[in-house]
């Protein structure tokens, strides 16, 4: 069963825009973390965000934002002034247990 | 290595030939895992290795993908009689411990094509 969705497959935007990643999931556990990962072209995954389900407190740093909701079990990631750079696939992912479970990915591509 | 370093790169094997792929975990890592991620898809679960022991396989797809990590330190994935829908990319990733809040570390992968 699908236990993370990232339900934006693909999103465009212009340079300076803000934008949005939804993830949605799935669990039973009381304990679980989430993370967020990008995969510039180059294919190697990078770590952004680590997330405990007993913290709800919302994250900055730098253009970089995310918002974790329990009651919806979501955890969505904001990029504020989005620039070219940021142009990559973007993960999110659940670990429930000893593995880590992935979204589809959301490609999002900045125009200049 | 300062990183997760996989080998090789990029593989080619022809419909029925057996393949190796590599990971050389993080030194020290615990916790290791594979993934397989097919084109624009997520990576898929495929095992995971505390030290030497490997722990949950229930994600390698069939009886022809086997794992090993026999010293606790660098792991290999063996495909055997290989087909085209085993064409993808194969993540390594490695943890510091065994704790659900380390993140975890990925290799550039290989793309594994058969032809």
């Known amino acids: 069963a699908q236990k993370v969705t990232q339900a934006q497959t693909e999103i465009s935007v212009v340079e300076k825009e803000d934008v949005t990643l939804d993830c949605v999931y799935e669990?039973?556990?009381?304990?679980?973390?989430l993370f967020w990962y990008k995969q510039p072209p180059s294919g190697e995954l990078v770590f952004l965000i680590r997330?405990?389900?007993?913290?709800?407190q919302n994250e900055i740093s730098g253009r970089y934002s995310w918002n974790f909701q329990k009651s919806t079990s979501s955890f969505n990631f904001t990029i504020t002034a989005s620039q070219v750079v940021d142009s990559a696939v973007y993960f999110c992912a659940l670990s429930e247990d000893n593995d880590m479970r992935f979204g589809a990915g959301t490609r999002l591509t900045v125009k200049p | 290595g300062a990183g997760v370093s996989q080998s090789p790169r990029y593989k080619v094997a022809k419909r029925g030939q057996d393949v190796a792929l590599r990971c050389d975990p993080i030194?020290?890592?615990?916790?290791l895992f594979w993934y397989q991620q097919a084109l624009g898809q997520g990576p898929e679960f495929l095992t995971y290795?505390?030290?030497?022991?490997?722990?949950?396989k229930s994600g390698l797809p069939s009886d022809r993908f086997f794992a090993e990590r026999p010293e606790g330190s660098v792991s290999t994935l063996k495909i055997q009689r290989t087909q085209q829908e085993d064409s993808a990319v194969y993540l390594c990733?490695?943890?510091?411990?065994?704790?659900?809040?380390?993140?975890?570390?990925f290799g550039q992968g290989t793309r594994l094509t058969v032809v």
């Open positions: 030194s020290g890592h615990v916790s």
């Open positions: 990733a490695s943890r510091p411990g065994t704790g659900l809040d380390t993140e975890a570390f």
């Open positions: 997330r405990n389900s007993f913290d709800e």
């Open positions: 669990t039973r556990d009381t304990t679980y973390y």
């Open positions: 290795f505390q030290n030497e022991a490997q722990l949950d």
